[in-house]
Nanobody, 124 residues
């Protein structure tokens, strides 16, 4: 059974860093695109960053460009999202999701299997 599990969230001060992990169970992550999404209270879920399976092409939302970095380690069946220079507006539940093959849009509707989410809170 295909399962993804996020970890690495927490409470951090503005300007701080976190690294989120997305572990895959029951399938080979190398054949899947990985997406990171977030949802703040009262807001819609939005695409933060995505990385394709075959060519490694990446996408970043404008709000995180230059601060967040997506990566993957197929040998470990794990994806990562490095969050630097965090701001209070980055506070949200962060979700990892996967879809087989390449994904042409970093949007929730294009991803099939989701983790349970991990809370990121940026506050002093």
């Amino acid at each position: 059974q295909l399962q993804v599990v996020e970890s690495g969230g927490g409470l951090v001060q503005p300007g701080g860093s976190l690294r989120l992990s997305c572990a895959a169970f029951g399938f080979a992550l190398e054949h899947y695109s990985i997406g990171w999404f977030r949802q703040a209270p009262g807001k819609e879920r939005e695409g933060v960053s995505c990385i394709n399976s075959s060519d490694g092409a990446t996408y970043y939302a404008d709000s995180v460009k230059g601060r967040f970095t997506i990566s993957r380690d197929n040998a470990k069946d794990t994806g990562y999202l490095q969050l630097n220079s965090l701001k209070p507006e980055d506070t949200a539940v962060y979700y990892c999701a996967v879809v087989k093959g390449n994904s042409w849009h970093c949007a929730p509707a294009w991803y099939d299997d989701w983790g349970q989410g991990t809370q990121v809170t940026v506050s002093s």
